[in-house]
Structure formats: C-alpha cells, structure tokens
C-alpha cells in the first residue's frame, strides 16, 4: 500500500517538474519537454489531487496558467484571465473534445468550426479605448503579465486606431512572431558581427518585445496575427467566430490568411491535413492547428475551466524524427535532491534547429530504453520543442557497452546522493557554499536561491534566472546571506546591466529584507511547506523567534501540518546552522511582519472581489487590510459575492456583479467602507 508519504513527494515532484517547465516554456522562451509530456506530467498531477483530499494544492500550477511576469517591466493585469489551450494529439483526442462539449451543453447540438494556423510567436494583448491603442501586454501567469506597449507600437502592422464601428473598450488577443526569412537574415547579420544568434524565432520574438528600449524593437521585423477577444464592452459584438475575424479585418487589424470555417468534425480533420500539408510552404512557424466553435453563445454556455476554454483546443503536429550518437549521460539536481539523467547527443539537425542534449527524465525510463553510452538512437523533436529518446538501435550496439547507474555519492563532495534528497535546502550550509561545478551541491544551491527569490518568497523583483545563474557562477553568491550584500560593482560587470538597472535591482534586494513572516517560511524551501501551510505557520506561531524554537509537538498542532511536513519543520530548526544563517539575515536587515491579527467587524466573513487600479492602494496591500478585518478574498464574482471593490478599467467583472446585484465599492469610497463610516 502507497503511504501518505508517497504521495505527498509525489504530489511534490509533480508541482516542481510543472512549475519547472512552465517557466522554461513561459518566461525563459526555451523549453525542454513537449507539449505532450506536459500535458502528461499535469495529467498525473491533476488525478493525483482528485485522489487524495489531504494533499496542499494552494501553490498547485493546476491553478495557474505559465509563468510570473519577470524582467524590470511594468505589470500588466488582464481585465479576463489570458487562458492557455488544451491540446490533441490524434483525431480521437478530438472527437472527444466534441463528445466533452456536447455533454457539456446537454442537448443535441451541430458544432461547426473555425480552423486556424497556431503560430509559434509570443502572445500579446492589445487594449483599445474608444478605438485608440492604449495600452499592451503579454501573457504572464494568465492574471498578470508586463506591459510592452512602448515596443508593441513600433509594429507598423497594428493600428494605433481601429477603423469603422468599434466597441468603447476591447482586449484584442493575438500572437507576435517573425517571418522566416527575415529571422535568417537576422541570425547571419548577428552571425558576422559575432553576436550570439538566435536558437529560434520564437526566442528572437520573446526577447525582442521585452527589451526596455523600444528602439531595438523597431529594428525588429515584428508581425502579428490577431485571432480573439478578450474583454469587450459590449458582450454581443460578435455572434461568431467568423464573423469577429470578419471585423477585426474592417478595424484594420492583421488576421492569417489560412482560418478556415468547417461545418462539422469531419471536414475540420480534412482541413488539418491540408494545412499540415502546407506547412513547410509557409513563411512562419506554427506547432499545431487551433479548433474553435464558431458560435460564440455556445462558447459562453461551456466557459473556461481554471487553464483553458473549453470551446476551443490545438491540434499538435507528430513529431520530427533523426538518428544521434549519445556521447554520455550525466545527471543534474534540483533544488528538492532529485537527480535527473540528460544524454548529451552528438549534434544533429532536426527541422532546422541542432540537438546536442535530451533529458531521460528518470532512471526508470533509462532502464526502459536499456540506454547506454555510445548508443545510436532514435530521436524525436516533439511539438517541435526538444527531443526526447525513443528507441535504441540495438543492432549498431558495440560489445562491452556498460549499463547506465546512478551515482551513489557526489564526484566532488563525496556525500551520498540520500544526503541532497534527505536534506532540505538550507539543512547544510555544504549546499549553500560550494563553488565547484562537478559538486551536486552547485546546481542545487541554484535551485534553491532561484525559489528563495520568487514571487511568492522574498519577492525579489529582477533578478530571473540568468541574473542568479551568474551571480553563482562568478562566485558572488555562495551562501544565501551573500545575496544582499551583493555591491553595484558586482551588477555592473555583468552583461546587459546599467546604472539604471543596478540601481533598481539592488533596492529591490533592500527592500525585500522587509516581508511578511510568511513568505520568509515559504522562502526557506522547507520540503512540505506549501505557501497556505507557510500563513498557517505564520498565524500560529506569529513570530520567527518562537516558530525557530518550536518542537515536534508544537508544529503537528497546527492547522495542515502533517508528520512528515513536522518532521521537516523540526529537522530545519534544529540545526544550528540553519539558525546562524537566520540570524545572519537578521543582521543584513531582516524585518518580518508579523500576521495580521484578524478583528471582528462589519466585513467578517464577507467576500469580497478586487478589481481594477485603485488610487490608494495595491491588490496585495488593500488584500491584507481586508483579511485583517475578517474579509474572505476571492478572484471571481459569484452569487455569493457581498462586495465588489471596482478601481478603474475594472472590466468584465464590474458587469458580472451588475448582474448578480452585488455592492459596489467605488474607488472614491473605499476608504468609507473599509472604516464603516
């Protein structure tokens, strides 16, 4: 019988490796599985949750869509969630999309379609008042993600002005990319002048729109397509699909050349053929075919689920298949001990991009292959991502090829590999302080810094992954307390940093010492402690003194924490030197707030919806006022929602609580409401 324990670092494992690729794929534009293995991963990770009731989902990416927002740029919060698409691999996985929906809708229903290209490009949202183009965005986590108008106004081909008759307000939704020919051009320019050249289009595309300087972005051939709606101010704009691409092309706005209407499931299979036939013709990239219902009130009657509409999914193309020599394997660690095989290949093209490295995921899939080094094998580039092994060709197989093993103990360090599993981050300062690039210790301390840093942790503004990979790499950071004492020298030496941006990036490191305890305990990377579980501890114990000299018996009695999460929690504070480095941040500025004492008042268990920019205060600030007064904060407008805060641009939800006659606070009187006045 699988223990409890099992399950929860398997429930662990799941969220991490997700999290994991989702910021491969979302923020660093370079993603090492494919879609399909993702949809794998989240598959397992969302029956596993169904399964088991006692596992912590709050931080769980089946809530999420992508990645945070990153880089120095301004946020950019989407008035309806930026959802991402479900994806078929077969025309099975598509009739039972159809089956799904009909299901859904509980009458019989003739679906018809619209077909379009799925381009491999960035994608963006476009904000018109009264026809102007005011503002831009990108994708983010789906809820938040960073404002690039500036750079999206270099694109001659969006209109700053839509033509005709246009809504008062409307999210235009589409996707950035450039043409094939001119990235060619590009890669052989930046190639001649030695600069490093671009691995894909759609990385030329992610870096270009992000730069802070919108005079690269001009020199960029950007395009766009445009292919849905966001929010609309007025609900029944359209009545179709077809008909909104019709509209958009009469505001002047760039639609594809190749969407297609299809009456029925049958001709949108024949139409995927056709197009997959043309696809190599084409002068951009695309990764699949885009299905959509073409009735927009059947698209209102099946909605969204948390990631994705349910009246629309993308067709994936079979993958590219080559043949490669495996020159070795060596394995990587992450942050939680876990080691991960990667076959390193002998270079080898595959639909124009050169494999050199394929990750194995785990040892059971390297003793399912019987892998071995020096091993020909086969290899597909799946949904034109990365490749993946998936047979060895046994007949070229020299004799005395050795069985793959994974390695008991570091190269370097010589501790066993239980030691990186078993302990924590942060349990020995050993995985805190090792310079050396062989020692299993160095990729995990990298792991563990980059969580330290993130949003739901320190919060750490500007500091992404490159950022932190050469802070460790030139042995400026060897230990967490390092990281702020980190001087503008250091910053300044780096690529791609100015006075403007040290200086920003250093007092986002400043000011982050001041926290709330919370997140401190989240930041810490305590295996088991989950954000919810980190707010529990907080409430619980109230302060970093009395929760570092707690016992077993005082972390098992608070709320979510299970033994082995005690356990962990007990090990962690046990350690003295755990407690030095603590104390440590201390004395660099550490400052914890302490949790919000919850009052009695006239908003106690009252829920309550935020929405819009307010003049007075941030979502997070006016979110903790609000907790602090008994409120109960939700992200969607019910029936059973009290109140509505609405600031401005509030969007679809201000409609929604119209519609269920909720109150609405105005910006103007929020402060009146939250003192009962």
């Not at 534009?29 to 598959?43: A, G, T, V």
């Not at 892998?371 to 034109?384: E, L, N, Q, S, T």
Request: with cysteine; hydrophobic share 35%; proline share 3%.
């Amino acid at each position: 019988m699988v223990s409890k324990e099992d399950i929860q670092k398997e429930h662990i494992y799941l969220k991490e490796t997700i999290r994991f690729h989702n910021n491969k794929y979302h923020s660093e534009d370079n993603p090492e599985i494919s879609d399909q293995e993702f949809d794998q991963l989240f598959k397992q990770l969302k029956e596993l949750e169904k399964k088991y009731n006692f596992l912590d989902i709050s931080d769980s990416p089946s809530n999420f869509v992508g990645a945070i927002k990153l880089s120095e740029l301004s946020s950019f919060e989407h008035l309806i969630p930026m959802l991402s698409l479900d994806n078929a691999f077969s025309e099975e996985d598509l009739s039972d999309f159809e089956k799904r929906n009909q299901n859904k809708i509980k009458e019989k229903v003739n679906f018809s379609y619209l077909v379009e290209p799925k381009i491999d490009g960035v994608a963006i949202s476009l904000f018109y008042k009264k026809g102007i183009l005011t503002k831009a965005g990108t994708r983010g986590d789906g809820v938040v993600g960073e404002e690039v108008t500036h750079n999206i106004k270099t694109i001659s081909e969006i209109p700053k002005s839509l033509k005709n008759n246009f809504p008062d307000e409307i999210e235009i939704r589409g996707e950035i990319f450039v043409e094939l020919n001119d990235f060619k051009k590009i890669n052989q320019n930046f190639e001649k002048r030695g600069q490093k050249v671009f691995a894909n289009p759609r990385n030329f595309v992610a870096g270009s729109i992000r730069q802070l300087d919108s005079k690269i972005a001009l020199e960029r051939p950007l395009k766009v397509f445009c292919h849905s709606v966001g929010f609309i101010s007025k609900g029944n704009f359209f009545n179709t699909q077809k008909e909104m691409i019709s509209k958009f092309k009469d505001w002047g706005l760039p639609v594809s050349d190749e969407i297609y209407f299809c009456e029925n499931l049958d001709k949108v299979n024949r139409q995927i053929l056709k197009m997959t036939a043309k696809r190599e013709k084409l002068n951009y990239e695309i990764d699949g075919i885009v299905v959509k219902i073409n009735d927009k009130s059947l698209q209102e009657r099946l909605g969204n689920s948390s990631r994705s509409p349910r009246w629309a999914i993308a067709k994936k193309f079979l993958a590219e298949q080559g043949e490669t020599e495996i020159l070795s394997i060596s394995f990587q660690m992450g942050r939680t001990g876990v080691l991960t095989p990667v076959a390193n290949l002998k270079p080898v093209k595959l639909g124009g991009v050169t494999i050199s490295n394929a990750t194995l995921h785990n040892m059971d899939e390297v003793k399912r292959l019987d892998v071995r080094v020096g091993d020909y094998v086969k290899i597909i580039r799946a949904g034109d991502v990365i490749p993946k092994v998936t047979e060895v060709i046994l007949k070229k197989r020299k004799p005395n090829r050795k069985k793959i093993m994974m390695p008991s103990s570091c190269p370097t360090c010589s501790n066993p590999v239980s030691f990186f599993e078993l302990n924590t981050p942060l349990l020995d300062t050993s995985l805190l302080s090792t310079t050396n690039k062989n020692c299993f210790g160095f990729s995990q301390f990298k792991e563990t810094l980059k969580h330290f840093v993130s949003r739901n942790a320190m919060d750490i503004d500007g500091l992404g992954q490159r950022t932190i990979d050469l802070f460790i790499e030139k042995e400026f950071i060897k230990s967490l307390p390092d990281l702020f004492k980190i001087t503008s020298e250091n910053i300044l030496s780096l690529e791609g940093f100015a006075d403007k941006s040290t200086k920003k990036l250093l007092e986002s490191i400043k000011s982050s010492l001041k926290t709330d305890l919370y997140r401190f305990i989240y930041a810490l990377g305590i295996k088991e402690i989950g954000l919810e579980t980190s707010k529990n501890l907080s409430n619980f114990f109230t302060s970093l003194d009395k929760l570092s000299k707690a016992s077993y018996d005082d972390f098992i009695s608070v709320n979510d924490v299970g033994e082995v999460a005690a356990s962990n929690l007990e090990k962690f504070f046990s350690n003295e030197k755990n407690l030095s480095l603590i104390q440590e941040l201390v004395k660099l500025g550490l400052d914890l707030k302490p949790p919000v004492s919850v009052k009695t008042s006239h908003l106690t268990d009252k829920t309550i919806v935020i929405t819009g920019r307010l003049s007075g205060y941030s979502r997070e600030t006016l979110k903790f006022k609000l907790e602090g007064l008994g409120a109960k904060i939700s992200n969607s407008v019910s029936k059973k929602t009290d109140f509505l805060i609405a600031g401005e641009d509030s969007g679809s939800k201000l409609q929604k609580a119209k519609e269920y006659d909720v109150k609405i606070v105005t910006d103007s009187n929020l402060e009146k409401f939250i003192s009962n006045s």
